[in-house]
Structures are given as structure tokens and as C-alpha cells.
């Protein structure tokens, strides 16, 4: 009885925490930056994780109270602009932020991150490559381009 007990509450403990993993749910599409440098605006549900050699990362959470939050790790300097804007800036800065609806502003040198979710992508810059939905790699746009992230989208 309690064998039963115990694994009746670590399922209990468990389900709530893969629900909240949850990652790549129907409608949803991918976005993959590799050794990229230039400007790149994220606005979505779902999540990102990635890392830059320098620059600034800019995020902005619509509802700070929920249960999802930014981890920036590496960045010299944090700049809180309000309740819901957080600025980050240096060197091998590396970030994450799973879960919820989120914006991010990335302007930086030898950026690397994967994306999930449905929303939109701003991109700009040279060097690197980027992919959208496993779609084969392609040179990072000299011209801002935008385009929805989601799971039939192909990119511009």
C-alpha cells in the first residue's frame, strides 16, 4: 500500500512538470540560427534557447507573474527597463526561455539558437545560416525579412 502511495505521488509531482515541457505542440514550427550576426525579433508562444559570442539580447515578458521566466547566463550587464522589459549585454551570453508567450530582440555576433512555436520571426544581418521547419539551410537575409513561425510555414 505504500509502494502505491509513493508512485501515486511522484506521478502527481510529474504531471504537472510535463505538461509544462510540453514542446512542439500541433501548429507549431522550428527555427534554427547557426553563426549568425545581425538582428533577429522573436514574438511567440513556445520557447528558445541559444547563445551569442557579443551583442545585446532584449526580452520582453507580457505577464511576469506567470510561471515562466527568461535564464540568461554569462551577460556583464542586466538592465531592468520596467516590469516586463529586461536587457541583456557582453560576451558569451546564453539564454532560455520555455513556455508562454514571449518577445525577444537579439543584436549580435556568432549567434546560435533553436526556436519553437507559433508567432512571428524578424530577421537581418550576414554570415551564419538559418532554417525554418527542417527546411535546408540558407544564408541569413541582408534585408529584414519576416516571416510566421509556425508548422507549414517555409520561411520567405
Known amino acids: 500500500m505504500r509502494r502505491v502511495l509513493v508512485l501515486l505521488c511522484i ?5 504537472p512538470a ?19 550576426s545581425g538582428f533577429v525579433s522573436i514574438q511567440a508562444r513556445g520557447g528558445i534557447i541559444g547563445r551569442f559570442d557579443q551583442g545585446q539580447l532584449w526580452v520582453r515578458d ?6 515562466f521566466e527568461e535564464v540568461v547566463t554569462g551577460a556583464d550587464k542586466r538592465t531592468v527597463k520596467n516590469e516586463f522589459v529586461t536587457i541583456y549585454s557582453g560576451k558569451n551570453v546564453r539564454f532560455r526561455y520555455l513556455g508562454g508567450f514571449f518577445r525577444m530582440k537579439l543584436t ?26 527542417d527546411a535546408p539551410a540558407q544564408a541569413f537575409p541582408l534585408l529584414l525579412t519576416t516571416f510566421a513561425l509556425a508548422a507549414n510555414s517555409a520561411g520567405p
Open 108 to 133: 549580435a555576433v556568432g549567434m546560435d539558437f533553436s526556436a519553437v512555436g507559433k508567432g512571428s520571426v524578424t530577421l537581418q544581418g550576414a554570415d551564419g545560416t538559418y532554417s525554418v521547419n
Open 11 to 15: 506521478l502527481a509531482l510529474a504531471a
Open 62 to 67: 507580457p505577464n511576469p507573474d506567470d510561471e
Open 18 to 36: 510535463a505538461a509544462g515541457a510540453r514542446v512542439n505542440a500541433p501548429g507549431e514550427g522550428t527555427l534554427t540560427v547557426k553563426n549568425a
